[in-house]
């Protein structure tokens, strides 16, 4: 999706709390803002929020010279989800449709985004995920089903840190042998990476692989060459979260994206109010049939 | 004040509303922002926000050619709050404390801003008023009250247009024969100006004047010679809403703000949530007695 004009207050205030994050000094947050500001003025609104993204958090590890600066934030993340992971995994198991109750589970924990909104209380998230187990997606959660059932190969696009927790447990309703996941290739906000699999033991249940790119989201043209081929090859892509929403929305590929819509700009384009779980599908693949059988070119 | 980095994406935000507001042409939109987010990177944070605004809307007339592009807002605002005028005199004769009431009702009708906070809604204002005279002013109001029994004179500084109708009911609480009231020099958002102290009636009921400037706020320098004469020369100055403390807080002065806090910066200043109506006193005069008789220097 392009960068509505909507999304330059966000992305400015989104700016504003990395730079809080990741340093103490008020004239690193003042320096970073106004080249934020400048970037804005000058950029391309025909490019997704998250190559402005990207740009924001490399200057940031640039001037602070932290290599991955949410790091302790993800290990804290990652932490919490483990210790809710067995309750979930009951309640799975036990459920009447265990893959609808993994697929609420994965897409309520893309509450753990420390990019979409000032003031994110982690401590709610035991509380919003106990709610999120009564709470359906909106979508056509049996168009997933059968594309599922239909796909020789399926990429699985994580998103956060302890959300992987949760993909975990929807990878494990999944055909195992069928799924590779993918992360990001180096930190981009609390974005999972590799040490984010291996936390969630993901790597011990399906081949993990990276993008090789560092924005928070999928810019094909920014990852690597492998990446591009074994997305071109899948048969099935599940996109989890807002930033894959934004970056691949419209690309060609037999695309589901999973994620919580956290603004009114993917309010307006899922037709969905802020704050619905959704399971929607790549507009750019709408032609082909819900049996999802599509083979990406 | 001096613009926080957090009223950065607001004043962004702003920008955004206004422009579209103003005009129906996205061209316009995206034009004004990329200016807009070009003037922040640059600008002086020692100057206080409305500093910033003025120039946004400055630009917006001189865009879409358009002298006063929330005239009609204006209009509609003024008659809202004049059909609600009789209702709200009676109240005010009848009750036991009537300038408290007044005071009440006028920091309450502050929230008749354009500026500060998208999807603001008209329709609500009968609603919140009616709240609003039972929700206590937080701050000094024996202090206002004294102040206002010693002041040889008095200049009051409205805000906004539909909010001065409500100004004239504490007005008519005031010695009148000591009290100037004040309005913009030129449209600024819905500011009231000369044409909306008439609509209310003002003009019968004391002096008005006006400040000279375009700015949503009172910045002195910017203000006429004459204004400026008149300010210095006050013993008492009441001024209405955020856009004057942003603007006047730290002057020198005998000043009361009475206003809704609108933001989380003006939260902090004030120490008072989000939302509180408050009457709180200039900083630069703490050093006076609450009898408040100070003369400005």
Redesign the interface.
């Known amino acids: 999706m392009k960068t509505h004009?909507?999304c330059?207050?966000?992305l400015?205030?989104q700016a504003?709390d990395a730079a809080r994050m990741v340093s103490a000094d008020?004239s690193v947050?003042?320096r970073v803002?106004?080249?934020v500001?400048?970037w804005?003025?000058?950029m391309d609104?025909g490019s997704s929020p998250p190559v402005l993204a990207q740009r924001i958090h490399r200057r940031l590890r640039e001037v602070t010279g932290v290599e991955d600066p949410y790091r302790e934030a993800k290990d804290r993340q990652n932490r919490t989800a483990l210790s809710l992971l067995p309750r979930y995994r009951t309640a799975i198991a036990a459920a009447s449709d265990p893959l609808a109750l993994a697929v609420q589970l994965a897409v309520a924990a893309n509450l753990i985004d420390m990019g979409a909104k000032t003031g994110w209380n982690e401590a709610d998230v035991p509380w919003e995920l106990g709610r999120a187990a009564h709470k359906p997606v909106s979508g056509d959660l049996d168009a997933l089903r059968a594309a599922v059932a239909n796909a020789g190969h399926i990429l699985y696009l994580t998103d956060n840190a302890g959300e992987i927790v949760f993909d975990r447990l929807l990878i494990e309703q999944l055909p195992r042998d069928r799924v590779t996941a993918a992360v990001r290739g180096a930190p981009a906000i609390n974005d999972a990476t590799r040490e984010d699999a291996r936390a969630a033991g993901l790597d011990e249940l399906v081949e993990v692989i990276d993008n090789g790119s560092d924005a928070p989201g999928t810019l094909l043209r920014d990852c690597s060459p492998e990446f591009q081929r074994r997305f071109a090859e899948a048969d099935l892509i599940l996109a989890k979260g807002q930033g894959n929403y934004e970056s691949l929305a419209g690309e060609p590929g037999n695309i589901f994206f999973l994620f919580r819509v956290k603004c009114p700009v993917t309010a307006a384009m899922t037709g969905r109010p802020v704050g619905t779980h959704v399971v929607v599908r790549s507009c750019a693949e709408t032609a082909v049939s819900a049996s999802g059988a599509g083979t990406v070119t």
């Open positions: 004009l909507e330059i207050p966000c400015v205030r504003l008020p947050h003042e803002m106004r080249e500001l400048r804005i003025s000058d609104l």
